[in-house]
């Protein structure tokens, strides 16, 4: 299976001389969803080498730019093959591609086009202009829910080191066999591992914008102190076994300090954090994260082995 | 409270007003209509919203609009304090050397 297109120019349905220039990058998923909202219009996609990354994504790093564009246009020899001198790139590849420069070097006039692939259509029709509302960048609920599943399969990544390390350490030290108490307390961390994770790569993503604060660890943390709390009701009514004297007070420092960790890593996957904000915001968390981590994990281990 | 939008005061957003010629170029390309055009004037109207992804500085012709630009990711913060470079997507925050080889190296493959 194949992720990228090879760079170039395609036509798409019957495009002639007049027809539109579209730039997109050579990630096969772009490519398609331009080709897709086309729905039936004839037109000319130019397509830059970005290593199959996708427009936003490589116009920060530089290679959907200014100077890809200007060779694309040249290579293709576009000044030959259609009789108009527009390329519409899409908007968010705004960061890597100045509109003043490639007019300057390649004679082409960059249209900025829609936000969302799906409003490209309209936007051609109404004689490529862009009503305000496609020029911005959302982050709806439908746009957080897609990218969860990347953060957990980060999350799992990590966490499927740790299980087995707190099974062992759950069955090593504490009252009963080996196997029972793994099972008592290597399950119980398990199961604690997983809701930290819920809540701070599923829940916080979910609850974005109904979560108090700004920055994202704290949003992270209230989740976290709710499945804490709700993991520490399991554990000391339907468990099978009493909890031991500090697992308690572990899990309620380990679950929220993981949740706001987690939560903090969603910068990544939003869409309006800065990296100012984001080196802000991290300047005050993780110095308050890393000794809540380290003090829940040896509030733990001291747990299996006190009494 | 408005969504989506970030800390208070911290973008590094800066628009010179007296260098700015009121040509508009910035304004198509911001992904959060951070910058308006006000009674002729371009000026900044939400600075909280701005994500600093460069987009306006990078196509303002006689750079009145400026920023230091980059990705606001936790994972590529720590990457970088840790010396690595990791190559998720947007998690990285690459130095221009970084970029120019990425852009000159060639993987396509044909359909
Ligand atoms: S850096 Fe990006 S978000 Fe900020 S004002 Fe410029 S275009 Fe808008
Ligand atoms: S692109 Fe530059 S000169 Fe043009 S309106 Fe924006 S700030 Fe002013």
Redesign the interface.
């Known amino acids: 299976m194949s992720y990228t297109v090879d760079p170039g120019l395609y036509a798409v349905g019957q495009p002639d001389a007049g027809s539109p220039v579209l730039v997109t990058a050579n990630y096969k998923m772009s490519f398609d969803r331009v080709r897709r909202s086309l729905d039936g219009r004839n037109a000319w996609l130019l397509v830059l080498e970005t290593d199959g990354i996708n427009v936003w994504c490589a116009a920060g790093k530089g290679s959907f730019g200014t100077n890809e564009l200007v060779l694309r246009i040249e290579g293709a020899r576009l000044e030959q093959i259609v009789s108009h001198r527009r390329v519409v790139v899409p908007q968010l590849g705004g960061p890597g591609v100045a509109a003043h420069e490639v007019k300057a070097r390649s004679g082409f006039r960059v249209t900025f086009g829609p936000v969302r692939c799906e409003d490209l259509g309209r936007f051609i029709d109404a004689g490529f202009k862009a009503a305000p509302e496609m020029r911005r960048k959302t982050f709806d609920t439908w746009e957080r829910l897609v990218l969860i599943p990347v953060e957990l399969v980060d999350a799992l990544k990590v966490a499927a080191v740790a299980v087995p390390l707190f099974f062992l350490l759950g069955g090593l030290g504490g009252p009963g066999t080996f196997w029972s108490n793994a099972l008592n307390y290597g399950l119980f961390a398990v199961v604690c591992l997983v809701g930290a994770i819920v809540a701070g790569a599923v829940l916080t993503p979910i609850l974005l914008p109904w979560l108090p604060g700004r920055a994202f660890s704290l949003k992270g943390l209230i989740p976290g102190i709710a499945m804490a709390v709700v993991l520490v009701g399991l554990r000391t009514s339907v468990w099978a076994s009493p909890p031991a004297p500090l697992e308690i007070p572990a899990w309620l420092v380990l679950v929220p300090a993981l949740s706001t960790y987690l939560a903090m890593n969603f910068t990544g996957a939003s869409t309006f954090t800065s990296l100012s904000g984001v080196k802000k915001e991290m300047r005050i968390a993780v110095p308050l994260q890393i000794p809540a981590g380290v003090a829940g994990v040896a509030l733990w281990i001291g747990s299996r082995f006190a009494s | 409270m408005r969504?989506?939008?970030?800390?208070?005061n911290?973008?590094?957003l800066a628009l010179d007003e007296d260098k700015c010629t009121g040509c508009g170029?910035c304004l198509?390309?911001?992904?959060?209509?951070v910058l308006v055009r006000h009674n002729g004037r371009v000026r900044i109207d939400d600075r909280d919203?701005?994500?600093?992804?460069?987009?306006?500085a990078?196509?303002c012709?006689v750079q009145a609009v400026t920023v230091?630009?980059?990705?606001?990711?936790?994972?590529?913060?720590i990457n970088t304090a840790l010396g690595r470079s990791s190559s998720s997507?947007?998690?990285?925050?690459?130095t221009?050397e970084q970029?120019?080889a990425?852009?000159s190296?060639?993987?396509?493959?044909?359909?």
């Open positions: 969504f989506p939008v970030y800390l208070h911290v973008a590094t170029a198509d390309v911001c992904p959060h209509a919203a701005c994500m600093e992804c460069g987009a306006c990078t196509n012709p230091q630009s980059g990705v606001g990711c936790a994972m590529a913060v997507c947007c998690c990285v925050i690459e221009s970029k120019a990425n852009s190296g060639s993987t396509a493959t044909p359909r």
